[in-house]
Each structure stands twice: as structure tokens, then as C-alpha cells.
């Protein structure tokens, strides 16, 4: 059975994790909705769904700073960042099943057969307390991967009226549950939690209508299209701006450049993100190997429904819609892979 | 927590200059590695750039370096004693144990002998691991050949057959692509080949050695791509769903051949 927290005592729960906790939530800054680090629990905004800007740059920030090199003495003097990177507790609360599913698939990438440091110290602390949305965005199709509560999650809120049901689904999550705060849910609490599940889940559906759960299938369907003349008609209406890749809450590729002071003397390794849509993405000294905008945008959907099943066993997509949103060309993954697995 | 984005500080100690455009650069990093593997290099306030490693021994790693990009090129305008910083050895590098009592064709085109000539000086130490050797080299011009300095020793040890695509006075071998060295290979039947050159050269030489008859289980080719990371995160060596800088930079040319995503070093090989 779980717990059920009264919604006028959220804000003071929030406080309370405040005292020990680095807390994220979501706000809106400049018209931008994001999950950022809260200092004062009123900033925090109701959203009844995702926000704009997804976990990701909490944990792999748009620019990381690797290290510090300074010519000195006839040699070289290297300061490593690393252990400077803060590994403080940090709860982030109001995530959508959507994040938190794209946050397992950055795992994925950056914790199990390869491993990047830099997320590790940021991820390894974080306690996700999730909140079930109470009605979709255009955007939308969470519900062709599974619907909008995420596998794994520390606790999950869901509205039931008055109250939000509160599911623990971990023993970090567990420890949280102060009964200053939380009452134990009755069974009509929780049959209130599911009819409001399957209801928001229904009125995504009514417009998703697609189904990808079965991964083997169509991840077979889609990596048969490799030669599909969709390609040719998506690469001439794609303008390579990236955008899609860096709104993407499990794109990951980054560049790695040099910034130094004006004698060159001193400076910085740092990451920034990149983008497999842009022209030079795969340039080597003797050719550049996706020329061709179709090649380049084939990659990425292969990059999200086919490539990471291949190595990771999921895809690397979780419906948030976000590249459909910000696409200036009007490229609606949605629409993409509804034709790719006809 | 161990970091691997650090890079270990190193010196140039000394610099052989091989053709106009590429140096051999010996870097005071005592690193093991198997032939076949790159390093990331690092020249501070410029950048990385991934480099095979083209020999060592226990105290230096040598880079043969073509000056084609800012790092490649500012590693030119470098001196001994000067500063560099070194990660890696990263990739699988060449199977040359699957060579050990069979025949080994090695096959390169310009920079490509780089990454295979620890492959020719093992054979060279090791020459009664191997049956027949032969050692394919194609460069653009006599004067651009690499190791030049070498090929008399090497040719103690296997048959040498070299090319040049325009010849220069003085030039009295082979003139055209290395295709048209390889009916001249004397074994065929049980060979392992070893590639690595420009794109269109692996391509146009894999077409060529099936035709003769070469085991296409037994072909090895080692892709060049943008390594930034080296450790399978940043995504620009990917291929087909593979990283080349982990799961490469050799691959079987069956393996090449099934990606999705045809890496155009083997387009075209089986049409």
C-alpha cells in the first residue's frame, strides 16, 4: 500500500528536503519552462505537463569543464575539475515519466559498458521524485513506449483530488516518507490513482494510436527502411540545425575544444554538446562520412530507434515530443516512425 | 575516481621527418599498447585529435602525423623538448594472432602504413610466426612514401611490392593504384589481410583481393573517424551503431559489410 501527502502540505514536504537536499523543480524562466535548483519553494510553478527543457543539463550540463592547463616552469601543469564536481544529494521533484525513462537511457549510455565521471558524480546522488501528468502536450506519445509512469522512479506522485498518491518505488525513496507529511492511502486512494492514470493515458492514446512496446518488431521494421526514399524527402525538408539533438532528453554527443586565455598560456578542456545534424559532425582528414543531410538524418532516427536497441536493448526515445516542438521544418518524429513501422 | 578525459603530460624527444607533409613525432609516453591502437594527442590550447600509433618501446610512442588539421598541423610547427599530452591506447587494434602460422598480406595506401608498420616490425622480429608475408604500398608519389628508410630491411624479411599513383624522376617501380599490385601477391588461399588507407583505396583493394580468391573472412580494415572522446561516449566515431574508437578501429570486412549504415569504405563491395 503507499502513501497519500494532503496538496497544501507539498510545499512545506519540499521544504523539508530543502534542509538537506539541493532541490530541482520546475520553473520558468524568460518564458522557458526547466527543471532547475530552487532557493525559495515558491518559485516552483504547477505545470499540469513536461517542461520545456528536460533533465538532461543537470546532469550533462551544455558546457563541462574538464580541466585546467597552465604553461609553467618549462612544462605543462594540469588542475583536474573532476574532483571539484560537486557530488551533493539533490532531490528533483516533478519529473514526467518521460524524463525520468530518458534519464535510464543516459544511463545506459554514460554508466554501463562506457563510463563518464563527470555524470556519475552528478547522477549517483539524485532522488527522482516524479508527478503522473493531468493532460498531455500536442507533442505527446509517451504512451507508444508505455504509457507516462516510468519503470523506476524514488517516489511518484499522482493527483487524486485533494491529495496526491504517493507510490515508493525505492528504498531511497522510502526514507523520505515522514509522516509529518504523508498518511497511509486508503484502497479507494489508490483505485482513485489508477482511474486517473488510465484516464490521462487514454486521452494521450486517443491521438498517439501508436504502439511500439514490442521492441524486437519494430525495431526490425524501422532498421528494414535503411534504402526507404523517406529519407531523400526528410533530408530535403531538414535544415540541420540541431536543435532537435540538443532539446533531446537522451542526446548525448559532445565536442571537445580547447579556451584559452589571449597568450595561450592558460586554459580550459571543456565539453560542449554537438550535434549529428550538422555538417561536420562526422568530418574526418579524409572525408567527411554523412555528407549527404539524408544520411545525417536517418542517423539520428536510427539513433534513437534502432542503434541503441541494437547495443543497450531500448530505445533512445521516450515521446516527450520535444523535437517535434522546436523542429523549424516541421519534422514530427511522431509522424516519422508511424510511417517507418506501417 | 579515475578520470579518463586527463591527459598525461608528455615531450616530443625527437622528430624524423619523413615526407614534406608528415613528421614521425616520438613522445616520452611509456605506454603498452597493441598495434593497431591510437592515442588521443593533445597539444594544450588546441585541442585532441586522435593518431595511431605507428611503434614504441618502453619509454617513447612514435606518431606519424600528415599535417591536414589545426592539431595535426600545430604539432608540425612543434620542437623536441616541447609539451604534449597523451590518453589512450584506445581501439582493439589488428588481429595479428590470427595471422600466426598462415600467410599475412598487409596492404596500405599514404598515411595508412602508420598504424600498420608495428604489425611489419613484429612480423620482422617474429618472421617464423608467419608463412608467407607480403606488404602492399601505395603512395601518391615517390616522394611521399613513409619509412623509406625502412623498406630495405623490411624487404629481408617479406616481399615488398610498392606504387606510386604519379611518378617522379628517379622512380623506377610501379606506377598506379595499389590494385594493380594485387595479382602479384604470390599467396592467396589462407591469408589474413591487413588494410589500411583512404576510403576509396580499402574499397577499391577489397574488390580486388575477393576477386583473386582472398579469404573475405580473413580481411581486416581499420576505419579512420573523428574520435573526440575515445571512450565510447561522444557519439562522432559512431557507425552503424558501432563505435569505432571501442568496437573498431578494425573491422572485419564481413562485419563492415552487415552495418546498416555502409561505412563508404566498403560501399560498393558487394553489389
Known amino acids: 500500500m503507499g502513501v497519500k501527502i494532503a496538496k497544501n502540505r507539498v510545499n512545506e514536504f519540499l521544504k523539508y528536503l530543502k534542509e538537506e537536499y539541493i532541490l530541482y523543480a520546475p520553473v520558468e524562466e524568460n518564458g522557458v519552462s526547466k527543471i532547475s535548483k530552487i532557493e525559495d519553494t515558491s518559485d516552483i510553478i504547477n505545470l499540469p505537463y513536461r517542461t520545456q527543457i528536460s533533465l538532461k543539463p543537470i546532469f550533462f550540463p551544455p558546457e563541462q569543464k574538464f580541466f585546467r592547463f597552465e604553461k609553467k616552469n618549462g612544462g605543462v601543469e594540469i588542475e583536474d575539475y573532476l574532483p571539484q564536481e560537486g557530488d551533493d544529494k539533490s532531490i528533483i521533484f516533478g519529473v514526467r515519466g518521460c524524463d525520468v525513462n530518458a534519464i535510464e537511457v543516459l544511463d545506459k549510455y554514460m554508466l554501463d559498458e562506457f563510463e563518464d565521471p563527470y555524470y556519475r558524480k552528478r547522477r549517483e546522488n539524485a532522488i527522482i521524485i516524479g508527478i503522473s501528468c493531468d493532460y498531455p502536450k500536442e507533442s505527446c506519445f509517451c504512451t507508444a513506449f508505455g504509457g507516462m509512469v516510468p519503470e523506476r522512479y524514488d517516489l511518484w506522485f499522482t493527483d487524486i483530488g485533494p491529495h496526491f498518491y504517493v507510490d515508493i518505488g525505492s528504498k531511497r525513496g522510502e526514507k523520505l516518507i515522514d509522516d509529518k507529511f504523508f498518511e497511509e492511502a486508503s484502497e479507494e486512494d489508490e483505485m482513485r490513482k489508477i482511474r486517473r492514470i488510465n484516464s490521462v493515458e487514454t486521452k494521450i492514446n486517443r491521438k498517439v494510436k501508436t504502439n511500439l512496446h514490442d521492441i524486437k518488431k519494430y525495431y526490425h521494421k524501422i532498421k528494414n527502411r535503411a534504402d526507404d526514399s523517406i529519407w531523400e524527402e526528410l533530408g530535403r525538408k531538414c535544415v540541420s540545425c540541431g536543435k532537435c539533438n540538443f532539446i533531446c532528453p537522451t542526446c548525448h554527443c559532445f565536442d571537445v575544444k580547447d579556451m584559452t586565455n589571449i597568450d595561450g598560456s592558460a586554459g580550459e578542456r571543456i565539453r560542449v554538446w554537438d550535434s549529428c545534424h550538422l555538417y561536420d559532425y562526422a568530418k574526418t582528414s579524409a572525408e567527411n562520412f554523412r555528407e549527404e543531410r539524408k544520411a545525417r538524418v536517418r542517423y539520428r532516427i536510427y539513433d534513437k530507434f534502432v542503434f541503441p536497441v541494437m547495443r543497450y536493448g531500448v530505445y533512445a526515445c521516450t515521446g516527450c515530443g520535444r523535437c517535434s516542438e522546436v523542429c523549424p521544418a516541421g519534422i514530427d518524429i511522431h509522424a516519422v516512425v508511424r510511417r517507418l513501422i506501417k | ?271
Open chain 2, 1 to 271: 575516481m579515475n578520470n579518463p578525459y586527463l591527459p598525461a603530460v608528455a615531450r616530443i624527444t625527437d622528430i624524423i621527418e619523413e615526407t614534406p607533409d608528415t613528421k614521425t613525432f616520438v613522445i616520452s609516453s611509456p605506454l603498452k599498447f597493441k598495434p593497431g591502437q591510437f592515442v588521443e594527442l593533445s597539444i594544450f590550447g588546441y585541442g585532441e585529435a586522435p593518431i595511431s600509433i605507428s611503434g614504441g618501446n618502453e619509454k617513447s610512442i612514435d606518431l606519424t602525423i600528415r599535417a591536414v588539421g589545426n592539431i595535426t598541423k600545430k604539432i608540425h610547427r612543434m620542437n623536441v623538448g616541447d609539451y604534449v599530452g597523451i590518453r589512450g591506447p584506445f581501439g582493439n587494434g589488428w588481429p595479428v594472432e590470427r595471422a600466426e602460422g598462415r600467410n599475412l598480406l598487409i596492404a596500405a595506401g599514404g598515411i595508412g602504413l602508420a598504424p600498420l608498420k608495428p604489425v611489419i616490425e613484429y612480423v620482422c622480429n617474429n618472421r617464423k610466426k608467419f608463412r608467407n608475408v607480403t606488404l602492399l604500398y601505395g603512395a601518391r608519389k615517390p616522394s611521399l612514401m613513409l619509412f623509406k628508410y625502412k623498406l630495405e630491411e623490411w624487404s629481408k624479411h617479406m616481399d615488398v611490392l610498392l606504387t606510386v599513383d604519379e611518378p617522379e624522376e628517379g622512380w623506377k617501380g610501379n606506377v598506379g593504384v595499389v590494385t594493380t599490385l594485387c595479382d602479384r601477391i604470390k599467396h592467396v588461399s589462407d591469408t589474413v589481410t591487413l588494410m589500411c588507407g583512404p576510403p576509396i583505396m580499402m574499397k577499391y583493394t577489397s574488390i580486388s583481393l575477393m576477386e583473386l580468391g582472398f579469404p573475405t573472412g580473413e580481411m581486416y580494415l581499420s576505419l579512420e573517424r573523428n574520435m573526440k572522446c575515445g571512450i565510447g561516449i561522444c557519439g562522432h566515431c559512431a557507425v552503424g551503431g558501432l563505435y569505432v574508437c571501442r568496437d573498431g578501429p578494425v573491422f572485419s570486412l564481413n562485419d563492415a559489410l552487415k552495418l546498416i549504415e555502409k561505412p563508404h569504405e566498403v560501399q560498393g563491395v558487394i553489389d
